[in-house]
C-alpha cells in the first residue's frame, strides 16, 4: 500500500489523502477537497483514481467530489446513513465493510459517530495498519460535535473503537491542529513531558507538507482525549469547577474536556 498524504494549504488545514496499490496502480481518494492536488499526485505517479472515499459530510471533505468524479469517473463511498447529505453515493458502508483497492489494498471500515452521526474511519488490513480517521481523532486531539454530532457518541467511540486499535496503529487524520492540541494537552496537564517535548519539536521544525504521522502508542502519551484516568487532569478539573464529580468516571472526564476544548 501506498500512502500519498496531500496538504491543501487552505484555512482549514485539510489534508487529502491517496491510497494507491503498487501492482494495478488503482488508486482511491479520501476526502479529495483540493481535487486538483490530488490529481495532480495521482497523474505524477501513473496511479488511476478508481474510488473516493468520504469520511464524512462536511463541505471541506466533501466539496471536491463533483470535480474529482467529473475527471475520473470514480465511484463514491461513505457512510449508508449520508445520503442526504452527500449526493451521488454509489456504495453506503456500514462498519465492518471491506474496501478493495486494487490488488492488493484492503480497508475495513469503522462506524464512527460522534464528529457528525454518520462518520466513518478507515483501517488497513495487514501486518502494518494505518487509520484514515477524519474528523475523528486528531493528532493530540478529537474532534468537534458542533454541526451534526454528539458528544455522547464520540466517547463511546474513543473508549470502544480508538482505545481498542493497536499501538503500533499509525495515525491519518483530516486535519492539522497538532501544536494547538499539544498545548491544550498541557493546559490540562502541564507536567506531560511527552507532549512538552513534541510541541517543543513542532514549534522548532514543523511543515504540514511533511506531516508528523504519530501512532496509538504516541496518543496515549499526548492525547489528553486519551488519558482519562489522569490523576492530573482530574484533579485540575476538580479544582477549576466545584460540582465536578469527586470521584469522576472516564466519561465524565471526556465529556468535560470536550466542553473546554470547544472554547480554547
Known amino acids: 500500500m501506498i500512502i500519498k498524504q496531500v496538504w491543501t494549504d487552505n484555512k482549514w488545514r485539510n489534508y487529502n489523502y491517496l491510497i494507491a496499490c503498487p501492482s494495478s496502480g488503482e488508486a482511491l481518494a479520501i476526502d479529495p477537497l483540493d481535487h486538483v492536488k490530488c490529481l495532480n499526485e495521482a ?28 475527471a475520473t469517473g470514480a465511484s463514491l463511498l461513505a457512510h449508508h446513513g ?37 462518520h466513518v474511519c478507515a483501517l488497513s488490513l495487514g ?36 482505545h481498542r486499535l493497536p499501538d503500533e496503529t499509525r495515525i491519518y487524520p483530516g486535519h492539522d491542529y497538532l501544536e494547538n492540541n499539544l498545548r491544550f494537552t ?23 507538507a511533511r506531516p508528523f504521522v504519530s501512532d496509538i502508542r504516541t496518543e496515549k502519551k499526548i492525547n489528553t482525549f486519551f488519558r482519562l484516568n489522569s490523576v492530573e487532569i482530574i484533579e485540575k478539573l476538580q479544582a477549576e469547577t466545584p460540582d465536578f464529580s469527586a470521584q469522576p468516571t472516564p466519561r465524565d472526564v471526556f465529556l468535560r474536556l470536550r466542553e473546554l ?3 480554547w
Open 186 to 208: 498541557l493546559d490540562r496537564e502541564p507536567s506531560n513531558a511527552a507532549a512538552q517535548d513534541l510541541l517543543e519539536h513542532v514549534k522548532a521544525d514543523h511543515d504540514p
Open 43 to 70: 497523474n505524477a505517479n501513473g496511479w488511476r483514481i478508481r474510488q473516493i472515499l468520504n469520511t464524512h459530510h462536511h463541505g471541506d471533505h466533501i466539496g471536491g467530489n463533483e470535480a474529482m468524479i467529473s
Open 82 to 118: 449520508a445520503g442526504d447529505r452527500i449526493s451521488g453515493i454509489d456504495r453506503g458502508l456500514k462498519g465492518g465493510d471491506i474496501v478493495e483497492v486494487g490488488e492488493s489494498v484492503r480497508l475495513m471500515i469503522l462506524d464512527t459517530p460522534g464528529h457528525t452521526m454518520s
Open 127 to 162: 501486518d502494518d495498519p494505518h487509520l484514515f480517521c477524519g474528523d475523528t481523532l486528531f493528532n493530540a486531539g478529537a474532534g468537534n460535535c458542533h454541526n451534526g454530532g454528539h458528544p455522547e457518541e464520540l466517547y463511546r467511540t474513543f473508549v470502544e473503537q480508538m
Open 261 to 263: 476544548r470547544n472554547k
